[in-house]
C-alpha cells in the first residue's frame, strides 16, 4: 500500500488531473498506479507526461529507452520501475530475457546500444560524473550530441520516476521483478 491515498478511478483524481489520466487510458489502454498516484498533483502529473511524451518523439530508438530504463531502475533499487519497464521491455520492445538481464547489469547485448546503457548506468550510479573516456566511448558508438543528451535526459527522468515510486511506496500492478542490489 502507498504512503499517499492512490485516486482509485479517474473520476476520483483531482479534476485536472482527469484528462492527461484518460489520455494515458487511452494510450496504454489502463492506468498504471504510477500515473494515479503522481496524479495527485496535476502539475507534476503534467510535467511527468510531457518530458516522457517529448523524449518518446527522440532519436533513441524505444528498445534501447526500455534498457536505459531498466538499467537506472536497477541502479537506484527499484521494484516498481524493475516491474513496469521489464514487462514493457518484453512486450511492447520485444527484449528478450537475456536482454533484459544485461540492461539490469547495465550493458546490452546489442553493440551499439551496449554504449548507451553503460553510459546511462554510468551517469545514474556517478550522478553525472563522467569521465572524458565514458563520454568518448559513447560518442565512438555511434551517438550524436542530441542522442546523448537524450540519453542523460532519460536517466534524469528515469531517477525521478524511481526516487516518486521508492518515496510513495507505489504498489506494483505489474508482474513483480525485484532489484537484485541494494541502491
Not at 53 to 76: C, F, H, M, Q, S
Not at 131 to 145: E, I, K, N, P, W
Request: aromatic share 6%.
Amino acid at each position: 500500500m502507498s504512503r499517499i491515498p492512490q485516486p482509485s478511478t479517474i473520476a476520483d483524481a483531482p479534476e485536472n488531473s482527469r484528462p492527461l489520466l484518460e489520455a494515458v487510458a487511452k494510450q496504454l489502454g489502463s492506468v498504471p498506479n504510477l500515473f494515479r498516484l503522481v496524479a495527485t498533483s496535476p502539475q507534476a502529473l503534467e510535467g511527468y507526461l510531457s518530458l516522457s511524451g517529448a523524449l518518446g518523439k527522440g532519436d533513441l530508438p524505444a528498445a534501447t529507452r526500455e534498457r536505459i530504463a531498466l538499467a537506472v531502475a536497477e541502479v537506484n533499487g527499484c521494484d516498481y520501475c524493475l516491474s513496469a519497464h521489464s514487462y514493457l521491455g518484453k512486450n511492447l520492445a520485444k527484449l528478450d530475457d537475456a536482454e533484459l538481464a544485461a540492461n539490469r547489469d547495465g550493458a546490452s547485448n546489442d553493440p551499439k546500444a551496449d554504449a548507451a546503457v553503460r553510459f546511462a548506468a554510468k551517469v545514474a550510479r556517478d550522478r553525472g560524473h563522467i569521465t572524458d573516456a565514458d563520454f568518448a566511448a559513447v560518442r565512438l558508438a555511434g551517438y550524436s550530441d542530441a542522442q546523448i543528451i537524450e540519453i542523460v535526459q532519460h536517466v534524469a527522468l528515469n531517477t525521478w520516476t524511481n526516487s516518486f515510486n521508492t518515496v510513495f511506496q507505489t504498489e506494483v500492478d505489474f508482474p513483480l521483478v525485484t532489484a537484485r542490489k541494494a541502491a
